[in-house]
């Protein structure tokens, strides 16, 4: 089992920044993808941002240029730095972590509410 605890949501003006942590324990492996998705109100969870164990990342077209992920692999700990930010970046953003061996595992932080005012 792997347990994620997220951080750093918050208010924030438009045009401004946020960074959200999450931080994994538990069976974590050696190679494995940790992402940021977001749910809004009424709409289905999206993908924002991915990075693999070896730093391959991949972005939302809504979020390129704007937001960067990075990875702590002896801190097991993802971040996403979000600048620029819009009223349609609020959601809640779910922390994600998956990984494999002869199965695929999926797992999910307690999500972390980003508020962008207008």
């Known amino acids: 089992q792997v347990q994620l605890v997220e951080s750093g949501g918050g208010l924030v003006q438009a045009g401004g920044s946020l960074r959200v942590s999450c931080v994994a324990s538990?069976?974590?492996?050696?190679?494995?993808?940790m992402g940021w998705y977001r749910q809004a109100p009424g709409k289905q969870r999206e993908l924002v941002a991915g990075?693999?164990?070896?730093?391959?990342?991949n972005y939302a077209d809504s979020v390129k240029g704007r937001f960067t992920i990075s990875r702590d692999n002896a801190k097991n700990t993802v971040y996403l730095q979000m600048n620029s930010l819009k009223p349609e970046d609020t959601a809640v953003y779910y922390c994600?972590?998956?990984?494999?061996?002869?199965?695929?595992?999926?797992?999910w932080g307690q999500g972390t509410q980003v508020t962008v005012s207008s």
């Open positions: 538990g069976s974590i492996f050696s190679f494995n993808t």
């Open positions: 994600n972590v998956r990984q494999q061996d002869w199965r695929v595992y999926n797992y």
């Open positions: 990075i693999t164990s070896s730093g391959s990342t």
